[in-house]
């Protein structure tokens, strides 16, 4: 089950904390027409010692319940990544009432094949992209990468992507079942075409799965039931979960001020340079 997605508002205070050392930040980069359809990029002042000289790049996609939220509140995220050596992408995406599923989906597959595009320019290698998200913001990642009728339809496949993180993510639910997010997803003949877990094949690339036992707004049986359908498909996953750990303390672990509170941001960079 999951309950309704609450915009994760909190992360907006942490700004005034975050370091400006350490990353640089390239604002309101355009990925496509729409006026959302900006992200923010953070490069890492000392790149990354690999043997491509390139460092390997993080788009993440925030939640807010498909209904709220934007880039700049997740300066936080972009320097956690960029300290660490990664090139990140935050981009903005179409919200509801503007938009409706899969309006949302198609732009982060937009956002995606920019950042693939572009790439190079801001120090990254186009060919270690992972998708990385939490929350509504996970939904929309895991569907990117199990799904691969998104990337195809911008000229990409989604097994050229390098890994995936799904932070607190609503992978199985149904969203025609809440009232809050029925709107949203109106028009759906079938709910499985917006369930993650529908999507896996076995084939995919390698996921990181994080959640809070203490999670009352997306319950942490949805990364249970995704983490058991990769392994019965014969997928690469691993699944962390954190006692004493709701649906917002797990994605504020990745601010500064928070961090080695617990074990969530130490093990996603773990995770990530091992792809």
Known sequence: MVLPLVACSPATLLNAFVPSDGYVLDRDVVYGEAER?????????????????DAPVVVYFYGGSWKNGSRRSYRFMGEALARSGFVVAVPDYRLYPE????????????????????????????????????????????????????????????????????????????????????????GLADTDQARPITFVGGE???ALLLHG?????????????FAARIREEG?????????????IKIILSFAAIFRGRDT??????????SL
């Open 37 to 53: 359809q900006v992200m923010d990029i953070y490069r890492p002042v000392d790149g990354f010692a690999d043997k491509s000289g």
């Open 99 to 186: 938009v409706r599923f899969p309006d949302f989906v198609e732009d982060g597959a937009k956002a995606v094949r920019w950042v693939s595009a572009h790439a190079k320019a801001y120090g990254g290698d186009p060919d270690r992209i992972i998708l990385m998200g939490h929350s509504a913001g996970a939904h929309i990642a895991a569907l990117l990468a199990f799904d691969e009728r998104y990337l195809a339809r911008q000229g990409m496949l989604h097994t050229s992507l390098r890994g995936f993180v799904g932070v607190a993510g609503p992978y199985a639910f149904d969203p025609l079942a809440y009232r809050s997010t029925k709107p949203i997803f109106s």
């Open 204 to 206: 995919e690339i390698a």
């Open 213 to 225: 036992t203490d999670d009352r707004t997306v319950f942490p049986k949805n990364s249970r039931e």
């Open 235 to 247: 997928g690469d996953v691993t699944l962390l979960e954190y006692d004493d750990t709701g649906h």
């Open 264 to 273: 969530v941001y130490e093990d996603t960079i773990v995770f990530l340079k």
